[in-house]
């Protein structure tokens, strides 16, 4: 086992893209950040728009997460055709019932 | 040993764990990945679900919503977001241990990653606690005292929370079952990851992942990000629907 092993040291095929631990810092210190400025946010009036930063931050945090830390990235076209087409399919799930649901009273006040 | 049997064993020549019905390990790798990605992806419809039932109540009953918010605690929530980000950190770092086989430092993150998803248990119980106790878990002792009466509770009074009529009062029991529902559902999820974790640590102090095998604490660590990802929705939802007024 040991013999098969040395000849494949850090074989790209079997162990996917290693991401240096630099970048796992630098997106670390950025998710913190955020983290920060969207509890800060949620103190300053800002009307329909805090909801809106609220969620634009989350958004950008989980890319943040997805792309790095889960090596989206990185990773073959299958996989991020994948995902790409799950999260559509969940969005569209999501605004279709929200059209019906937001509108149902529209027209009988 | 003939010229043709020596053909046929550089031809098998691949690592004791790609599973025969795989032609490359590059292959192998590929498709658990994308499996992995599937299980994610009705994970994602599952807590969907649940994140547009709160959209639809979170419209209907907005002041109920943001009365319920400020009965959460901002430093226990921001805390624990910033104790679930290190710890996707810490499994990040995880995964390069393991493809670097750098066994002691692969030990040393998964039991990080161990201690802060106890770290985020511990905290969710401390928060559910202070629920209890205020009688503000849905049912039969569910009150509304803090909402109909805001000046009799110390954290109302604090957000400056103004009385809500009794119909929109108890649309705050919404709220909770919404908050205890996702919440519930999350922490589940960290109950899982935290038992596999404690698994992988057993199995990779044998000498487990740092082999050249890394696929199982690489999509462990796809599960354990997703649970961030769900909590980092969950934080401003539930927490920070509005603090200003």
Redesign the interface.
């Known amino acids: 086992m040991s013999e098969h092993n040395e000849q494949l040291v850090h074989d790209e095929a079997t162990e996917g893209h290693i991401v240096s631990p630099k970048v796992y810092v630098a997106i670390f210190l950025t998710l913190l950040f955020f983290t920060g400025l969207t509890a800060a946010a949620s103190y300053i009036e800002m009307g329909p728009f805090n909801a809106i930063v609220a969620l634009a931050i989350a958004v950008t945090k989980a890319t943040l997460v997805v792309l790095f830390f889960m090596h989206i990235k990185y990773s073959p076209k299958l996989t991020k055709l994948t995902v790409g087409s799950g999260i559509f399919m969940f969005l569209v799930l999501v605004a279709m019932t929200l059209s019906d649901y937001f509108t149902r009273a529209w027209g009988r006040w | 040993m003939s010229d043709s049997q020596t053909l046929v064993q550089a031809e098998h020549?691949h690592?004791?764990y790609q599973r025969h019905h795989f032609g490359?390990?590059?292959q192998q790798?590929?498709a658990t990945?994308?499996a992995m990605?599937?299980f994610l992806?009705t994970e994602?419809?599952f807590f969907?679900g649940m994140?547009?039932a709160y959209?639809?109540y979170r419209?209907w009953y907005y002041p109920a919503f943001v009365a319920g918010s400020h009965q959460l605690s901002?430093l226990w929530g921001?805390l624990n977001?910033?104790v679930l980000?290190?710890s996707?950190?810490t499994?990040?770092?995880g995964v390069?241990s393991a493809?670097?086989?750098k066994k002691r430092l692969l030990l040393f993150f998964l039991v990080l990653t161990f201690v802060l998803g106890i770290i985020f248990l511990g905290i969710k119980s401390i928060e559910y606690t202070e629920k209890i106790e205020k009688h503000h878990v849905p049912g039969f002792h569910y009150s509304v005292q803090s909402f109909v009466n805001p000046a009799t509770d110390p954290v109302a009074v604090a957000a400056g929370d103004k009385p809500l009529p009794l119909d929109m009062a108890r649309h705050t029991e919404i709220y909770f079952s919404l908050y205890f529902l996702l919440t519930g559902m999350h922490a589940l999820h960290m109950i899982i990851g935290v038992s596999i974790l404690a698994f992988m640590i057993f199995r990779a102090k044998a000498g487990a992942y740092t082999?050249?095998?890394?696929t199982f604490v690489?999509n462990f660590?796809?599960y354990w990000?997703?649970v961030?990802?769900i909590w980092?929705?969950l934080?401003?939802?539930l927490?920070?629907?509005?603090?200003?007024?």
């Open positions: 020549a690592p004791p490359s390990m590059e790798v590929d990945s994308f990605w599937l992806l994602i419809m969907g994140f547009t959209l639809i419209n901002m921001t977001t910033s980000i290190t996707s950190f499994m990040a770092m390069w493809q670097m086989r082999n050249g095998h890394v690489e660590g796809l990000h997703f961030d990802i980092i929705f934080y401003p939802l927490y920070l629907i509005s603090r200003h007024q």
